[in-house]
């Protein structure tokens, strides 16, 4: 049973190790693996929406950080390619 | 982000564009990368509105961006109906339906298959004059590091050529 213990264990060392290196190669180095695990895949969601889905209206801050408007408020009779990201 | 530009250039003239700017993908007390010291990119995760709006306003003033502007607010309620954090790509049609949904960035961040599906419907645009003169006004903005592959809006325009 010790023994069985003792592999169970190695094996699972060597799982572990080798996440954490698929991780710093994704990431690019063991601090970047950290920063993905901590910061990065807790807020990455692949989400609910498909193509055919309604697209979901949000209210968003004008550049001038007051005035306020809708997604849908864009749709015209063209398409609206919608880019979202951050500055870092 | 710069290859959106681009292809704001090119189809301005036949689709609607809007960036919605979403919470910090590498801030200073997060996840900071190499490539935003490299680029003086260096924002802490804004804690109000006004943060956020004074960042996206140095974004926009920093590369002259040309595409529509807005803010997710501090609920981060675009993010969450869109799962769109830290960068994604969708199209909507006339009649409000996905008719693109891209995959999550860093990784699976394609604008090249909004291109694409604007020149399916439209035909392909060339990259002209208006395109040319267009880089040229972003000639200032500082070189990206996007082999990283983790640059949502702030990487300034490079050729799909």
């Known amino acids: 049973m010790k023994r069985l213990l003792k592999w169970f264990a190695g094996i699972l060392a060597v799982l572990l190790l080798a996440a954490f290196g698929v991780l710093c190669y994704m990431a690019g180095s063991p601090k970047d693996a950290y920063g993905m695990v901590r910061y990065a895949l ?6 609910t929406l498909q193509v055919g889905s309604d697209a979901p209206d949000v209210r968003l801050v004008a550049l001038d950080g007051i005035d306020r408007f809708h997604i849908r408020e864009r749709l015209g009779r063209r398409p609206l390619v919608l880019a979202f990201g951050s500055f870092t | 982000m710069g290859d959106i530009v681009q292809i704001y250039n090119d189809y301005k003239d036949h689709a609607d564009f809007l960036t919605v700017y979403v919470r910090e ?4 007390d997060e996840w900071q990368m190499k490539s935003n010291v490299k680029d003086d990119v260096c924002y802490a995760q804004p804690k109000t509105l006004e943060q956020r709006v004074a960042i996206a306003k140095d974004f926009t003033a920093r590369y002259k961006f040309p595409l529509p502007f807005g803010i997710d607010d501090m609920s981060n309620a675009a993010d969450n109906a ?3 954090w830290p960068e994604r790509l969708y199209i909507i ?3 409000g339906h996905i008719v693109y949904r891209g995959g999550l960035g ?10 694409q599906w604007l020149a399916a419907k439209y035909g392909a645009v060339k990259q002209g004059a208006q395109t040319a003169a267009a880089s040229a006004s972003r000639a200032s903005a500082p070189a990206s590091t996007s082999s990283e592959g983790t640059t949502p809006l702030s990487v300034p325009a490079k050729s799909e050529k």
């Open chain 2, 82 to 84: 869109y799962a769109a």
């Open chain 2, 93 to 95: 049609d006339e009649t």
């Open chain 1, 42 to 47: 807790p807020h990455m969601r692949r989400g």
């Open chain 2, 25 to 28: 993908a590498h801030p200073t």
């Open chain 2, 106 to 115: 860093p990784f699976h961040y394609k604008p090249a298959e909004v291109r």
